[in-house]
C-alpha cells in the first residue's frame, strides 16, 4: 500500500487565512498553551512532593501552586483549543487520518482530563478547608499521573501524525474485517519517547520559573525567607529540567530525526534557530543563578519574560520541524487561499479580548495576594 494514499484528500474550500497568519496563530496558542499546561504537567507532581515533605517555605509555594491549580487547568485547557483549531486547518490531510489510526486513546483523553480536573479540585478544596483528606490526597497523585498520561497521548498522536510511512503497517495490524478498530498504538517509535521526554524537561524548567514569578511578584511585603528559598529551589529544579531537556533533545536531534532535516536544521538559515532554541533555557537559568541567593521582582519579571520566550522558540521549531517532515507528502503552505475575514476578525478580537481580560485578572490578583500578605500579622 502507498502511504500516501490514506492522506485526506485536499479540501475544495482551500485554506480560510493565508499560512504564514494561520501558522503564526497556532505557534502563539501553543505558548499560551504550554506555560500554564507545564504547571499541572510536572508542576503538581513537584508540589504534592514539598506539600507532602517539603520544608516551610517549600510547602508555602506548593500550597500556593495547589491552590491556583483549577484555575491553571483551566487557563491551559482554554488556550490548547487554540493550537488545535489551527493544527486542524493547516495539517488537516494527517491529522485526520492518525487521530482515526489511534481514536480510542485520542478520544481517551477527554474522560482522563475530566477526572484528573476534579481530582485537583479536590485537592484544592482540601487545602483551602485547612485539612486534607486521604481522598483528597489519593485524587491529587491521580489527577498528577493522568496529566503524565494525557501528555504521552497527545505526544503519540502529534508524533505519529508526520510518520506517514508507518500508517499502512498501522492500518494492517488493527485492521477489523477492512476497517480501522482505532485501537493502534504505536509505541515502538523512539521519536515519541524522545518528543515526550523533550518536553517534561521543558515543563520542569517552567515549573522552576514559577517558583521565581510567584516569590518575585505576586509575594508582598514580608516574604524574603519565602524569596530567599525560592531562589535556591528555582536554579537546582531548573537545571535538573535543563540537563534533562538537553538529554532528550540530543536523543530527538540525533537519534530520530531524518538526515536530511537534520542538515536543514543544524545549516544554512535554520541554524541559528535551532542554536537559540537549544541554548534559550541555559540564558535563563544563568538568571536564575543570580538570584540563587533571594529572588527580586525585576529580576522576576526578566526572568519570566525569558521563559515565554524559550517556550516560543521551542514552538516555532518544532513548528519547522514539521512540515520537515511533511514535505515528502505534500505541502503544508500550497493550499489555496479563499480569504474568510469574518470568522478571522471575531476570533482575532475574542482572542484580545480574553488576553485582556487575563492580564487584569493577574494584576488584580497580585495586588491583592500583597494586601493580603501586609496585612498578615508578623
Same mark, same amino acid.
Given at each position: 500500500?502507498?502511504?500516501?494514499?490514506?492522506?485526506?484528500?485536499?479540501?475544495?474550500?482551500?485554506?480560510?487565512?493565508?499560512?504564514?497568519?494561520?501558522?503564526?496563530?497556532?505557534?502563539?496558542?501553543?505558548?499560551?498553551?504550554?506555560?500554564?499546561?507545564?504547571? %499541572?504537567?510536572?508542576?503538581?507532581?513537584?508540589?504534592?512532593?514539598?506539600?507532602?515533605?517539603?520544608?516551610?517555605?517549600?510547602?508555602?509555594?506548593?500550597?500556593?501552586?495547589?491552590? @491556583?491549580?483549577?484555575?491553571?487547568?483551566?487557563?491551559?485547557?482554554?488556550?490548547?483549543?487554540?493550537?488545535?483549531?489551527?493544527? @486542524?486547518?493547516?495539517?488537516?490531510?494527517?491529522?485526520?487520518?492518525? +487521530?482515526?489510526?489511534?481514536? %480510542?486513546?485520542?478520544?481517551?483523553?477527554?474522560?482522563?482530563?475530566?477526572?484528573?480536573?476534579?481530582?485537583?479540585?479536590?485537592?484544592?478544596?482540601?487545602?483551602?478547608?485547612?485539612?486534607?483528606?486521604?481522598?483528597?490526597?489519593?485524587?491529587? !497523585?491521580?489527577?498528577?499521573?493522568?496529566?503524565? &498520561?494525557?501528555?504521552?497521548?497527545?505526544?503519540? +498522536?502529534?508524533?505519529?501524525?508526520? @510518520?506517514?510511512?508507518?500508517?499502512?503497517?498501522? !492500518?494492517?495490524?488493527?485492521?477489523?474485517?477492512?476497517?480501522?478498530?482505532?485501537?493502534?498504538?504505536?509505541?515502538?517509535?523512539?521519536?515519541?519517547?524522545?518528543? /515526550?521526554?523533550?518536553?517534561?524537561?521543558?515543563?520542569?524548567?517552567?515549573?522552576?520559573?514559577?517558583?521565581?514569578?510567584?516569590?518575585?511578584?505576586?509575594?508582598?511585603?514580608?516574604?524574603?525567607?519565602?524569596?530567599?528559598?525560592?531562589?535556591?529551589?528555582? !536554579?537546582?529544579?531548573?537545571?535538573?529540567?535543563?540537563?534533562?531537556?538537553?538529554?532528550?533533545?540530543?536523543?530527538?536531534?540525533?537519534? +530520530? /530525526?531524518?538526515?536530511?532535516?537534520?542538515?536543514?536544521?543544524?545549516?544554512?538559515?535554520?541554524?541559528?534557530? +535551532?542554536?537559540?532554541?537549544?541554548?534559550?533555557?541555559?540564558?535563563?537559568?544563568?538568571?536564575? &543563578?543570580? @538570584?540563587?541567593?533571594?529572588?527580586?521582582?525585576?529580576?522576576? !519579571?526578566?526572568?519570566?519574560?525569558?521563559?515565554?520566550?524559550?517556550?516560543?522558540?521551542?514552538?516555532?521549531?518544532?513548528?519547522?520541524?514539521?512540515?520537515?517532515?511533511?514535505?515528502? /507528502?505534500?505541502?503544508?503552505?500550497?493550499?489555496?487561499?479563499?480569504?474568510?475575514?469574518?470568522?478571522?476578525?471575531?476570533?482575532?478580537?475574542?482572542? &484580545?479580548?480574553?488576553?485582556?481580560?487575563?492580564?487584569?485578572?493577574?494584576?488584580?490578583?497580585?495586588?491583592?495576594?500583597?494586601?493580603?500578605?501586609?496585612?498578615?500579622?508578623?
Amino acid at each position: 500500500m502507498n502511504p500516501a494514499d490514506l492522506l485526506a484528500p485536499p479540501s475544495a474550500l482551500g485554506s480560510p487565512a493565508p499560512y504564514w497568519l494561520l501558522v503564526a496563530l497556532k505557534v502563539l496558542g501553543f505558548t499560551l498553551h504550554a506555560l500554564p499546561m507545564s504547571l %499541572w504537567y510536572t508542576g503538581l507532581l513537584v508540589a504534592l512532593v514539598l506539600h507532602a515533605r517539603g520544608s516551610d517555605p517549600g510547602r508555602e509555594w506548593a500550597t500556593r501552586l495547589l491552590k @491556583q491549580m483549577p484555575i491553571i487547568v483551566a487557563l491551559g485547557v482554554n488556550f490548547g483549543i487554540v493550537p488545535l483549531l489551527f493544527l @486542524q486547518v493547516t495539517a488537516y490531510r494527517v491529522f485526520y487520518p492518525a +487521530t482515526i489510526l489511534v481514536a %480510542w486513546s485520542w478520544l481517551a483523553v477527554i474522560p482522563l482530563l475530566t477526572v484528573a480536573y476534579y481530582g485537583v479540585y479536590a485537592y484544592a478544596a482540601g487545602i483551602k478547608r485547612g485539612h486534607v483528606a486521604g481522598w483528597q490526597r489519593a485524587a491529587g !497523585w491521580t489527577s498528577a499521573g493522568l496529566f503524565l &498520561v494525557i501528555g504521552f497521548l497527545y505526544t503519540h +498522536t502529534m508524533t505519529l501524525m508526520t @510518520q506517514v510511512d508507518a500508517w499502512p503497517g498501522i !492500518w494492517e495490524r488493527s485492521g477489523v474485517a477492512g476497517a480501522v478498530s482505532g485501537l493502534a498504538l504505536h509505541t515502538s517509535d523512539p521519536m515519541l519517547w524522545s518528543r /515526550w521526554l523533550l518536553f517534561l524537561g521543558l515543563a520542569l524548567t517552567t515549573t522552576a520559573t514559577h517558583a521565581v514569578v510567584d516569590s518575585g511578584i505576586f509575594a508582598g511585603r514580608g516574604a524574603d525567607a519565602y524569596r530567599r528559598w525560592a531562589g535556591g529551589f528555582a !536554579w537546582r529544579l531548573y537545571l535538573v529540567g535543563l540537563v534533562w531537556f538537553a538529554a532528550a533533545g540530543a536523543a530527538y536531534v540525533f537519534g +530520530t /530525526w531524518d538526515p536530511e532535516i537534520r542538515l536543514r536544521m543544524l545549516g544554512g538559515g535554520l541554524l541559528p534557530l +535551532t542554536l537559540l532554541t537549544a541554548a534559550g533555557p541555559g540564558i535563563v537559568w544563568l538568571l536564575l &543563578v543570580v @538570584q540563587r541567593r533571594g529572588v527580586t521582582p525585576r529580576l522576576a !519579571w526578566a526572568t519570566s519574560a525569558a521563559q515565554v520566550v524559550v517556550v516560543a522558540l521551542n514552538a516555532v521549531s518544532r513548528q519547522v520541524v514539521q512540515n520537515l517532515e511533511l514535505r515528502p /507528502w505534500f505541502d503544508v503552505a500550497a493550499e489555496p487561499v479563499r480569504m474568510q475575514w469574518s470568522p478571522l476578525v471575531v476570533f482575532l478580537l475574542l482572542l &484580545v479580548a480574553g488576553v485582556g481580560v487575563l492580564v487584569w485578572m493577574i494584576r488584580h490578583l497580585v495586588a491583592a495576594e500583597r494586601r493580603a500578605r501586609t496585612a498578615a500579622p508578623a
